[in-house]
Nanobody, 122 residues
Framework: QVQLVESGGGLVQPGGSLRLSCAAS????????MGWYRQASGKQQRELVAGITSSGNTNYAGSVKGRFTISRDDAKKMVYLQMNSLKPEDTAVYYC???????????????WGQGTQVTVSS
């Protein structure tokens, strides 16, 4: 099967930086899109923070544009989220999401990591 393991979360002061990483492993033929979502405490839905396609096109939530950068390394099957100028409102559990094909010609499947906590506080 497929596993996504996130790392890099933690406690940081406002204005600080963190870098999240997500490693995919298992039966993977090709990774399609990759992205990061977050869910703040008390909120029912996860929101898209940043996404990156297989061709490298990126998109960001308006609230993080200019502060966060998503990147991917297909050889390592990893996706990263560099977060700068962090604000208290960035506090949330961050989830890695990957869309992939397990075999040539198979339908795309969606996978989620377990989440990593990011807390921005003084």
């Amino acid at each position: 099967q497929v596993q996504l393991v996130e790392s890099g979360g933690g406690l940081v002061q406002p204005g600080g930086s963190l870098r999240l990483s997500c490693a995919a492993s298992g039966t993977i033929f090709r990774i399609l899109s990759m992205g990061w979502y977050r869910q703040a405490s008390g909120k029912q839905q996860r929101e898209l923070v940043a996404g990156i396609t297989s061709s490298g096109n990126t998109n960001y939530a308006g609230s993080v544009k200019g502060r966060f950068t998503i990147s991917r390394d297909d050889a390592k099957k990893m996706v990263y989220l560099q977060m700068n100028s962090l604000k208290p409102e960035d506090t949330a559990v961050y989830y890695c999401n990957v869309e992939l094909r397990k075999q040539w010609g198979s339908r795309p499947e969606d996978y989620w990591g377990q989440g990593t906590q990011v807390t921005v506080s003084s």
